[in-house]
């Protein structure tokens, strides 16, 4: 469905991408995670057709989207702050979608529109910028593109409609499956719904695989700094700190058996890192990471 390979693209003298290699052939939804400025908007508007490739390239069903109407038609792309025009309500709105969306399935807008409580004749420039969000994500689904992929699509949404919008999601996804891609800077609200995860940093995508998998990274010990610190030996610290001599570490390691017998033969607490306080370590900058 998606081959990306050995891509790069610069804005100018700002390099944004390289070496990018992505390879996806399942209609699964995948999160897209990333650090400030990592590059995600960037990828998504090359897989869009929004972009050219500098070096490199991106098939999308073996199709290149860049300024080619076939490849561009498997895929839609929702960014934030979507262009509405002032004048429309979401019945418009709907209308102006179908036009151009050949899978588009107005029946499946309509009940999207009741369920995200979208008044229809108000004008959207008048909606909050949560119903906003909602209305541009009626429009993600119902268009029931082969690859769809969503830049932040809870942004502004409370967490009752959250949780209505990824409800809305899973049960579009069961009835007619295709690759979603979600981009977030929350891996702890997408990461529930995402088969597998991309994680962009330093211009690439540096991680990709199965969600369960990754939640298995990363590991904390706790308890007397004696019996941690030759426990580290080659392992690459995360994060540490230090009172007294008690001790906490996060390594980049997986929490598996090894570890845990590891640590309960030393009398160490050993948990799991929390998904999000991993990726946030493995991604720090240079002059912010503990190496050992
Ligand atoms: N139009 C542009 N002109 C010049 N540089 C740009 C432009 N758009 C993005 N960049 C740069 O490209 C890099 C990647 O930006 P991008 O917007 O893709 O990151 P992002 O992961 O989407 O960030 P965020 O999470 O903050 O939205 C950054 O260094 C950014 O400054």
Known sequence: MINIKDLSFSYGQTIALKDVNLLEEEPIIVGLWGRNGAGKTTLMKLLSGQEKPDTGQILIKNLSPYNNSDGMKYISYLQENHPFSEFWNVN?????????????????????????????????????????TMTTMVIGLACK?????????????????????????????????????LSSHHIDEIEPICEKIAIVDRQTISLYDETEKMKMLGIILTGDASSIEPLTGRSRILDQRKLGNQMSIMLDEPFNDEWISR?????????????????????KRNKEAKRK
């Open 92 to 132: 418009d709105a709907l209308r102006f979608a179908s036009y151009f969306n050949e899978n588009w399935d107005q029946d499946l807008a309509e009940e999207l529109v009741e369920r995200f409580e979208l008044p229809r004749r108000k004008k959207i420039k008048s909606f909050s910028k949560g119903m906003q």
């Open 145 to 181: 593109s082969p690859i769809t992929i969503m830049d932040e699509p809870t942004n502004g949404l409370d967490a009752y409609m959250r949780k209505v919008f990824y409800d809305a999601l899973l049960d579009t996804h069961e009835e007619h499956p295709r690759l979603f891609i």
């Open 263 to 283: 640590a309960a033969h030393l009398n160490i607490n050993i948990e799991k890192a929390p998904l999000q306080d991993y990726l946030v370590n493995i991604t």
